[in-house]
């Protein structure tokens, strides 16, 4: 049978997971494990205490009780603990991460817990689908009242696609980002990372007794010089944007070069 590991950076109570769960149901046995609480901007961190272990809880979706476990830590730590108990025999077919409150585009993307876990299951062979939402910047601490329909749609659409087909071998996560304004007819576009920052801090009159929590999100890019080809600008068009992400980071260049 068909195995789904499913998780987040926004905490198992996240009604977002719970949407991203009701999307890939239908594809196979879904196993949730997500951080105990918000851990937004966890990127690839291993956090958590030494004493942490996973507790079990009650998850039910559409009828269906899942395995679920929490734990308070990081969102690749808790995908390293799921690899180290729950799948010491077997691994999962495919990771699904999300659906994160707030957009996942450009440079900021390391930053994120969500393609932190992706990235962690992907350091074991194992593919990852993450899936973000646009919100309100306000909103990405949150859990707001939203439509969850059309990312839904998405996500089933992207995650089916995974397991029914065999990707080039240098294609270890698929990023998927969808307006708030789209819908299920919205188009989709195959897009690489912005080199542009897609949020940005900015400090009124700083100086050394500058507070971290003094600076305001805003957006960093600059519209008329991304890329054509970028996720950033198609996403500002109001198309759903799909890209392919690799765990290889080395410069495309030539070694000998340097």
């Not at 966890?42 to 979706?61: C, I, K, L, N, T």
């Amino acid at each position: 049978m068909t195995t789904i590991l499913a998780t987040n950076d926004d905490g198992i109570e996240s009604p977002g997971l719970r949407a991203l769960v009701e999307a890939v149901l239908p594809l196979g046995k879904v196993i949730v494990v997500a951080p105990s609480n918000q851990k937004t901007s966890a990127g690839r961190s291993f956090v958590g205490a030494r004493s942490e272990y996973f507790r079990q809880m009650d998850y039910q979706v559409n009828g269906t009780v899942l395995e679920a476990y929490h734990c308070e830590c990081s969102p690749a730590r808790i995908v390293l603990h799921a690899f180290d108990i729950l799948f010491k025999d077997k691994k999962p077919d495919l990771l699904v991460s999300g659906i994160n409150y707030g957009e996942n585009l450009g440079t900021n993307v390391t930053i994120s817990g969500t393609i932190g876990a992706a990235l962690q299951a992907a350091s074991y062979g194992v593919q990852g689908l993450t899936v973000s939402l646009q919100t309100e910047m306000e909103d990405h601490f949150n859990y707001p009242e939203l439509d969850w329909s059309t990312v839904r749609h998405f996500a089933r659409q992207f995650a089916a696609l995974m397991l029914e087909r065999e990707f080039p071998a240098d294609v270890d996560i698929l990023n998927v980002n969808v307006p708030a304004v789209a819908t299920n007819n919205t188009q989709f576009k195959w897009t690489k990372l912005s080199r542009q920052s897609y949020f940005a801090n900015h400090i009124n009159d700083p100086t050394i007794l500058s507070r971290i929590g003094d600076a305001r999100c805003c957006y960093g890019f600059k519209k008329e010089t991304l890329e054509p080809d970028s996720d950033i600008l198609a996403f500002s068009q109001g198309l759903v944007t799909v890209t392919p992400m690799s765990m290889d980071l080395t410069s495309r260049v030539d070694i000998n070069m340097l």
